[in-house]
């Protein structure tokens, strides 16, 4: 079946620092991966997406890997700041193409 | 602004009671969506749109139910079957081009508390 998984539920860093938040995947197929982060109490807001004919993509502050050959995703956080606290999600299109499958996520904590 | 309004923000419900969640976006999308989330949990998918007057189950849909009358309008309902309907629901909507579905954008979100 489709499941989308993250390796660690929490991570601490300091401001400053950068922050890698990892995703393994268990559909080979999958063409589309996006993370979203989600404050306390909201909805989830998008932070980069990435199709599967790519490896990388960097956005503002943002980029994401993806190694098809392991079928890992990973979301890198550059000089980290108390703004990017929050729970972090990996997800994947499903096989129909219809609908996102979404990881369990990672509580991301950045100290000062 | 565009965007996509759930209400109520907070919802609470006596055990055998049906409860509606309505979501309303005007960004044109044909596509919608109904998560669920639990503590410490991803967002599980309960039902999906594609198109007015067509809807899908998706991995957790028993115990509710759907309608798309309208393109800017998917309302869930929380029947008295769901066993265990205490959690977060979030709304979301997305463009479905050719290619499949892209970027969901959600709401804020409805906290529903059974009692």
């Given at each position: 079946?489709?499941?989308?998984g993250?390796h660690?539920?929490t991570l601490?860093?300091?401001?400053?620092?950068?922050?890698i938040?990892?995703?393994?995947?268990?559909?080979?197929a999958?063409?589309?991966?996006?993370?979203y982060?989600?404050?306390?109490?909201?909805?989830?807001?998008?932070?980069i997406?990435i199709?599967?004919n790519?490896d990388?993509?960097?956005?503002?502050?943002?980029?994401?890997?993806?190694n098809?050959?392991?079928?890992h995703l990973?979301?890198?956080?550059?000089?980290?700041?108390?703004?990017?606290?929050?729970?972090y999600?990996?997800?994947?299109?499903?096989?129909?193409?219809?609908?996102?499958?979404?990881g369990?996520?990672?509580?991301?904590?950045v100290?000062? | 602004?565009?965007?996509?309004t759930?209400s109520?923000k907070?919802?609470?419900r006596?055990?055998?009671?049906n409860?509606?969640?309505?979501?309303?976006?005007?960004?044109?999308?044909d596509?919608?969506?109904?998560?669920?989330?639990?503590?410490g949990?991803?967002l599980?998918?309960i039902y999906?749109?594609?198109?007015?007057?067509?809807?899908?189950?998706?991995?957790?849909a028993?115990?509710?139910?759907?309608?798309r009358e309208?393109?800017e309008?998917?309302p869930?309902t929380?029947t008295?079957?769901q066993?265990?309907?205490?959690?977060?629901?979030?709304c979301a909507?997305?463009?479905?081009g050719p290619?499949g579905?892209?970027?969901?954008?959600?709401?804020?979100?409805?906290?529903?508390?059974?009692?």
């Amino acid at each position: 079946g489709e499941s989308v998984g993250l390796h660690l539920p929490t991570l601490s860093v300091q401001e400053g620092d950068n922050s890698i938040i990892n995703c393994a995947y268990s559909n080979s197929a999958s063409d589309y991966f996006i993370w979203y982060k989600q404050e306390s109490g909201k909805g989830p807001q998008f932070i980069i997406d990435i199709r599967s004919n790519m490896d990388k993509r960097q956005g503002q502050r943002v980029t994401v890997l993806l190694n098809k050959t392991v079928k890992h995703l990973s979301l890198q956080i550059a000089a980290t700041q108390p703004g990017d606290s929050a729970v972090y999600f990996c997800a994947e299109r499903n096989q129909a193409g219809t609908a996102l499958i979404f990881g369990k996520g990672t509580t991301l904590s950045v100290s000062s | 602004d565009g965007g996509i309004t759930q209400s109520p923000k907070y919802l609470f419900r006596k055990e055998g009671q049906n409860v509606t969640l309505s979501c309303e976006q005007n960004l044109n999308h044909d596509a919608m969506y109904w998560y669920r989330q639990d503590p410490g949990q991803g967002l599980r998918l309960i039902y999906y749109s594609q198109i007015v007057n067509d809807f899908q189950k998706g991995d957790i849909a028993e115990g509710y139910s759907v309608s798309r009358e309208k393109k800017e309008s998917f309302p869930l309902t929380v029947t008295s079957a769901q066993k265990n309907p205490t959690a977060f629901y979030l709304c979301a909507s997305s463009i479905h081009g050719p290619g499949g579905t892209g970027e969901l954008f959600f709401g804020e979100g409805s906290r529903l508390t059974v009692l």
